[in-house]
């Protein structure tokens, strides 16, 4: 499966951004789905994710509460609703696909066979 982050861009403190990761070649509705992200001369560290139904998610400690995480497997996509940002939310932005399904979505990413791309955040102070 072919994965696309969208959705990126710059912000202001406080504002939001909805991002939005699309597959292609396969459907994503069998695979529970993550959100990492990388900041400059940082380590990659998970976001949030979503297990394939949609009915649990998992989310980092910093943004629990402000992010959402959410699928329409009808239209192949998982999105990532970021609001109240903060600059130290600025990072590259990915999304990853795990295809083997758990009741609670895995936080680890070497459980993420399948990644995207990559999506800028920028939030300004």
């Known amino acids: 499966v072919q994965l696309q982050a969208s959705g990126g861009g710059l912000v202001q403190a406080g504002g939001s951004l909805r991002l939005s990761c699309g597959a292609s070649?396969?459907?994503?509705?069998?695979?529970?789905v993550g959100w990492f992200r990388q900041a400059p001369g940082k380590e990659r560290e998970f976001v949030a994710a979503?297990?394939?139904?949609?009915?649990?998610?998992n989310y980092e400690d910093s943004v629990q509460g402000r992010f959402t995480i959410s699928r329409d497997n009808a239209k192949n996509t998982v999105y990532l609703q970021m609001d109240s940002l903060k600059p130290e939310d600025t990072a590259v932005y990915y999304c990853?696909?795990?295809?083997?399904?758990?009741?609670?979505?895995?936080?680890?990413?070497?459980?993420?066979?399948?990644w995207g791309q990559g999506t800028q955040v920028t939030v300004s102070s």
């Open positions: 979503i297990n394939w139904l949609g009915a649990t998610t």
């Open positions: 070649g396969r459907t994503l509705s069998g695979y529970a």
């Open positions: 990853a696909a795990d295809r083997d399904n758990y009741p609670t979505p895995r936080v680890g990413q070497n459980e993420y066979e399948y």
